[in-house]
């Protein structure tokens, strides 16, 4: 197994996505587009910086000029004047042994091309100045167009927008980027075992956990949630429900029901939808067998098991790729991964794919990290809350031994 293959979608899953397509673009103002991916290159209009600038207070100079000085032989340059932050420089321009006073941030005057640090400079009279080091030229200076030209491109498509992106681009005066618009994500959970988390459950019934988790992967993944709530194990009823989530998402997430049992409709529903057709119902992963989609156009319906454990590791798996296939990203998990050492032997079956939640625990002396399976079963909860991440076992591997170098997927 390597590491490309870590951040791949299960086998059943990849020919399916590019069915989809990524959303159409959308712009928003820069004060909004943290995390958003870009739908277009961006394009310097400016040079940036607009001008050469000072990176210390000190003497503009023209590098030729200090050659040669010393501590004990300094070289004395005659100080015509002061440019202070925000002000312009091209009033003054040096002549051999000529220098100025500057800020750091200061334009420089024209013909210098370096500065001297106040720290290697004497000053014995405003006139005066005594160079204690030669500097080359550009010290301690930023060259007018050094970050960026007009007609450069400056950010790529399909990049996701981090804090000093948005840095780059407001120096450069862009207010607006052009996006892909972030997936609509239907969320609802079926079974006539649930009740809402705020509610004490009576015998019999369990609360709705899935929900919750759902909302927040969906939000992590760049999607923006809209939960739906819960649904009784009726066709009729869950046809409606789905049917009418479909008319405002993008994407449809509902878990429970995707198995084959009496009451498991889930694939029945999504068989029924108008223009809806199942692609993949049942896959050869663990956890996350009976985990089921569908299409209706460019929109992705899901089932994913209802058990807690199962419909976390099935959303990691399934959902997220094509979230960010939706959004320019490419249909990867897009998970940061960390390599370990197996503390066991972990055994697996071949012709299935496994995702073992695993913790990582820290080794002395540069040594990577031990890596350790955590047991649980598909409905237990605190499992979830120990492991750090997943463990992916290829379809063709029949287990990994004890001392195994290997990628964990840590989790969002």
């Not at 000093?164 to 980027?177: E, P, R, T, Y």
């Not at 239907?186 to 004490?200: M, N, Y």
């Not at 990577?368 to 063709?396: E, F, T, Y």
Request: hydrophobic share 40%.
């Amino acid at each position: 197994m390597n590491d490309t293959y870590a951040q791949l979608p299960p086998v059943e899953f990849m020919g399916h996505f590019a069915e989809f397509a990524p959303l159409t673009a959308e712009t928003i103002p820069l004060v909004q587009a943290r995390g958003r991916v870009l739908a277009e290159p961006l394009v310097s209009g400016e040079t940036l910086p607009p001008f050469s600038r000072s990176l210390m207070d000190g003497y503009a100079v023209r590098a030729a000029d200090t050659r040669g000085a010393s501590a004990s032989n300094p070289v004395r340059l005659a100080v015509i004047g002061e440019i202070v932050t925000g002000s312009s420089g091209q009033a003054l321009t040096l002549a051999p042994g000529q220098a100025v006073r500057i800020s750091t941030g200061g334009e420089l005057p024209q013909e210098a091309d370096a500065v001297v640090m106040i720290e290697q400079t004497n000053s014995p009279d405003r006139q005066t100045v005594a160079v204690c080091r030669p500097v080359a030229p550009a010290e301690n200076v930023t060259g007018a167009g050094e970050d960026c030209r007009p007609g450069t491109v400056v950010l790529e498509a399909n990049r996701r927008l981090r804090p000093q992106d948005l840095g780059l681009l407001a120096s450069l005066g862009i207010g607006s980027v052009p996006v892909h618009r972030q997936p609509r994500v239907a969320i609802l959970s079926t079974g006539d075992e649930l009740v809402p988390p705020e509610q004490t459950p009576p015998p019999g019934k369990v609360r709705n956990v899935n929900s919750t988790t759902l909302t927040a992967l969906v939000e992590e993944a760049g999607g923006l949630p809209l939960p739906g709530g819960i649904c009784p194990d009726d066709f009729d009823r869950l046809l409606a429900r789905c049917t009418e989530a479909l008319a405002r998402a993008d994407v449809l997430l509902l878990t429970g029901g995707s198995s084959m049992g009496k009451r498991d409709f889930t694939g029945r529903v999504f068989a029924a939808i108008p223009g809806a057709e199942v692609l993949v119902h049942g896959v050869s992963v663990r956890p996350g067998k009976p985990t089921i989609l569908a299409r209706q156009g460019n929109k992705a319906l899901f089932g994913l098991p209802g058990h807690a454990a199962s419909a976390l590791i099935g959303f990691i798996c399934f959902v997220r790729p094509l979230l960010r296939h939706y959004t320019g990203l490419g249909a990867t998990l897009g998970l940061p991964a960390v390599r370990a050492i197996l503390g066991q032997s972990l055994s697996s079956a071949i012709g299935r794919e496994d995702y073992v939640r695993v913790r990582l625990e820290p080794q002395a002396n540069g040594m990577l990290p031990l890596v350790l399976p955590v047991p649980g079963k598909p409905g237990l909860l605190s499992p979830l809350v120990r492991a750090d991440g997943l463990l992916p076992i290829g379809r063709d591997i029949a287990g990994l031994d004890q001392g195994t170098e290997a990628t964990v997927l840590l989790f969002p």
